[in-house]
């Protein structure tokens, strides 16, 4: 494995920020294909970085059986000092660098940053794949989500990752200024991978996607092998329209009687909403229909109109 | 007229209220202006009560000089999370509201917000964005555009605000871009810095505004006073944009204001060390032109840009060796 630096900057009392890329090179001269794995956009999503160690800990070992037909680029921690701090924002600028891909007005840190990381992404990949924990509220069940645009091209892919979940959804603007979206656009093809909760690693869900991410080298030719080196469970492939989201209706504490992974039924408690001053139930948060729970919330204190859950549903929502 | 247009639950206490502030009778053309999508954008919101203070004073009769025509609406605060958390962004979310527009009624706190202002500025036929400079940094007063047409001209030239900058699209989720997808004239006024209130700024921003808005009739001036000066205001591209990076890291002892004019070679602070003392840099403008931006919060990166300037390119007539009407001094 070659480290590399792609991009060095001197802070003003500490150590420099630094970008780190593990190379992992093809013993053949021409790479069968170059796949990079990214983690840490977002410094509060840590099970991204435990599956890098523990890719880069296999990889490591497939090296030594000159494995690699392909080239493998880890970029583990590309936020470096949102990362050290645990927050989702580099805290110095509060800037979401995944909001900072494409075309930005004013120069910044942030924005050079995303600039250098895409370019360099650019030229060292034929295929990415974006590794992404929730937010502070919601527990994801481990799944990737696909713009409507890029379906044909990155389903397949996807299949091959272990995930229980393909969610492919319709664009939304918001998403023109994110590294997969930009990767996409750019004709790379790049899986974002949404799994379990910020802050927290949860090792089921990231051994689960190492099986997934080993099985999508082999399987593209990157990794050389007879043997399957995972076996992996095909997931299901939800269409937009097929997708339930179940709101709250007042503001309150939502204290939930379920965990994601599960198959409800139509009218099955999920949780109740509380009013914690008044001991008052609001709301009884049943399921409107039948399907998989693969988003719930996990973070009691809800707004009105918060998402306290997601289904995945066999008929159209 | 101040009116509250949404009541959004919250857990713990009362609801939170999203107001807003009109003027005048419907049937006319309508100013918005909208104010604190940031939370620590001070500025914009003081300039939005001093304008509340204005026309409640021109509607009352309080105010000899002007008559109101037309119809404005002002939403002060926005982003009312975030300002009551003392902070740019509301904590819980972590979310940049400019970044939840057209919003959603059925959604989450910002989503809603966004979608009450979004919904009540919709018919609007001019639209004003108050604000500060990004985090870090201080902006002298000056108008934000996307597109350069002949209405946004007249909007700019109406303002007489003397610097206009064109900036690349925005984020198409932001307040600015869904006002002039939906065909409202539509410009951003910056000045000052977040988390300070620079009243000197906004006096320049809230004269600009009056000046507009007497410009095109929304108010009339009865004193019937001819101003002593119409300020032409500069156009600049992109391309005009000049940013002068730190090569080292440490503490910036700034030496120019903003809003100055600056010549290349010329210096506008110093980088030193902070366990040291010593100087490790001299930052220079590395052109000509108007300092629109500059560093303001002393402890930079290295690579960070420490200012901003605006340049402009000889009119051909500049090169002419003879006096010409236009290029003359």
Redesign the interface.
């Known amino acids: 494995m070659l480290s590399q630096c792609i991009f060095s900057?001197?802070?003003?009392?500490g150590p420099p920020?630094e970008i780190i890329r593990h190379t992992f090179a093809s013993n053949l001269p021409k790479p069968v294909k170059r796949v990079s794995l990214v983690a840490g956009l977002h410094g509060d999503e840590l099970e991204g970085l435990y599956i890098c160690h523990r890719l880069i800990e296999t990889l490591k070992n497939l090296e030594e059986q000159n494995a690699f037909k392909g080239e493998v680029h880890i970029y583990p921690a590309v936020n470096p000092q949102a990362l050290e701090t645990g927050t989702?924002?580099w805290p110095?600028?509060?800037v979401?660098i995944n909001?900072t891909f494409g075309?930005?007005?004013?120069?910044?840190?942030p924005s050079?940053i995303s600039k250098i990381l895409l370019e360099d992404l650019k030229s060292n990949s034929d295929l990415a794949v974006d590794i992404h924990s929730s937010?502070l509220h919601l527990m994801e069940l481990p799944q990737i989500r696909i713009i409507k645009d890029f379906e044909k091209k990155l389903v397949p892919l996807a299949k091959f990752c272990n995930v229980d979940l393909i969610w492919v959804h319709p664009h939304a603007?918001?998403f023109?200024?994110t590294l997969g979206y930009s990767l996409n656009q750019a004709k790379i093809p790049t899986l974002v991978i949404e799994t379990g909760i910020c802050l927290r690693i949860n090792k089921n869900y990231c051994e689960q996607i190492v099986l997934g991410i080993l099985n999508l080298l082999q399987q593209t030719g990157t990794l050389d092998g007879d043997e399957p080196l995972a076996n992996v469970t095909p997931p299901k492939v939800v269409q937009p329209g097929y997708v339930t989201m179940i709101?709250a209706k007042?503001?309150?504490?939502f204290v939930k009687q379920t965990e994601v992974g599960q198959i409800v039924t139509e009218g099955e408690k999920i949780g109740d909403l509380i009013?914690?001053?008044e001991g008052k139930v609001l709301e009884e948060i049943r399921s409107p229909c039948s399907g998989l729970l693969f988003t719930l919330r996990e973070h009691p204190?809800?707004?009105?109109?918060?998402?306290l859950a997601r289904i995945a549903t066999e008929e159209p929502a | 007229m101040k009116e509250k247009v949404l009541s959004?639950?919250?857990?713990?206490g009362a609801p939170l209220e999203l107001y807003k502030n009109s003027w005048g009778k419907s049937g006319h053309e309508i100013l918005s202006i909208v104010s604190g999508l940031q939370g620590d954008h001070l500025n914009g919101m003081y300039l939005s009560s001093r304008l509340s203070q204005f026309l409640d004073s021109v509607v009352e009769g309080i105010d000899p000089n002007y008559t109101l025509k037309g119809q404005v609406i002002s939403f002060p605060v926005a982003n009312l999370n975030a300002i009551q958390s003392g902070s740019?962004?509301w904590p819980?979310d972590?979310m940049?509201m400019d970044?939840a527009f057209p919003g959603?009624p059925?959604?989450?706190?910002s989503?809603?917000l966004a979608s009450a202002i979004y919904t009540h500025t919709a018919d609007s036929y001019w639209g004003i964005i108050l604000q500060s400079a990004?985090?870090?940094y201080e902006d002298a007063p000056h108008i934000q555009v996307t597109k350069l047409d002949g209405r946004i001209k007249k909007l700019a030239r109406d303002l007489q605000i003397d610097t206009v900058r064109k900036?690349?699209?925005?984020?198409?989720?932001s307040l600015f871009h869904q006002w002039y997808a939906h065909d409202i004239i539509t410009v951003t006024l910056s000045a000052g810095s977040p988390r300070t209130l620079n009243v000197q700024q906004c006096e320049a921003l809230f004269q600009g505004i009056v000046n507009f808005m007497v410009a095109e009739k929304i108010l009339k001036d009865k004193r019937k006073i001819k101003p002593e000066e119409n300020i032409k205001p500069r156009f600049y591209q992109?391309g005009d944009e000049v940013?002068v990076?730190a090569g080292?890291?440490?503490?910036f002892l700034k030496e120019v204001k903003v809003g100055t004019a600056v010549q290349a070679g010329q210096k506008i602070g110093e980088i030193r060390d902070?366990?040291s003392g010593k100087r490790r840099e001299e930052i220079t403008a590395t052109a000509n032109g108007f300092l629109v931006?500059l560093r303001q919060y002393p402890?930079?990166?290295?690579?960070?840009?420490i200012a901003?300037i605006l340049t402009t390119k000889k009119s051909w007539r500049e090169y002419l060796p003879w006096p010409t009407r236009r290029g003359a001094n």
């Open positions: 900057v001197e802070t003003p009392v920020v989702r924002l110095f600028f509060s979401d909001r075309q930005t007005n004013t120069p910044s840190l050079e937010n603007e918001i023109e200024s709101q007042n503001a309150g504490l009013d914690p001053v204190l809800t707004s009105k109109g918060a998402p | 959004v639950p919250t857990a713990f740019r962004l819980y972590g940049d970044l959603n059925e959604g989450e706190t989503e809603a990004s985090p870090h900036l690349n699209e925005t984020s198409k989720v992109p940013a990076l080292t890291a440490g503490m902070i366990y931006t402890i930079v990166y290295e690579k960070e840009p901003i």
